[in-house]
């Protein structure tokens, strides 16, 4: 469904982005795994992909760097001569209430979960208007929809990517570029393995499905998000949260 397809998926090293890159690469996507902490973990979806019989490379690029961003993009189309996906997935969490937060904390989750996804669209959306093609997929939050407590700093840079997508949707669709985002909502992985038992028991209740999600169930939205059969949706949040925005 997306061979020949060129994907870049940012924080590609674990959890969500880790499924999405999976996931893409068993639809024929050859993927460039962008990480920014363990190379090893990088190494080892690259591997698994490889073994799966999909192909894969990895870069290491901090995303908050708006010139980092613009080398990984120009070496990208250098290496493959186009790119076709581009996967904002990179994310960071620094909770805290509002009177107790840091400075620093709320312009470091910006930087690199608002600002990182202006930086790789900025580079890329050159080399997709020159195609006339190219689907752009930001990861949101449910947190950027609704809220919640202790996380202002996320909360707000997840609300910004949805804007940032409507408005990237408006200037790119009329050359054949999709952008859209995926709100998922708690999802199994290591951002969540740290919430206490009744943390997960409360937010388990808000929940229709009455379960966290799998990063699966991320992976699966992007694919088909990323295939022709999402060609004339854009500009859309697609929540994936188990019905937590109902």
Known sequence: MLKNKIVLITGAGRGIGRAIAIALAKEGAEVVINYNGSEERAKEVKQTIEENGGKASIYKCNVS??????????????EYGHLDILVNNAGITKDGLIMKMKEEDFDS????NLKGTFNTIRHSARQMLKQRSGKIINISSVSGILGNVGQANYAASKAGV??????????????????NAIAPGFVD????????????????????????????????TAVFLASDKADYITGQVISVDGGMNV
């Open 109 to 112: 989750v910006l930087n690199v």
């Open 65 to 78: 760097d708006f010139a980092a961003c613009e080398a990984m993009i120009k070496d990208i189309v250098k």
């Open 162 to 179: 949805i804007g940032l997508t409507k408005t990237m949707a408006r200037e790119l669709g009329s050359r054949g570029i999709t952008v």
């Open 189 to 220: 992985t290591e951002m969540t393995e740290v919430l206490s038992e009744e943390i997960r028991e409360n937010a388990c209740k808000q929940i229709i499905l009455g379960r966290f999600g799998k990063p699966e169930d991320i992976a699966n």
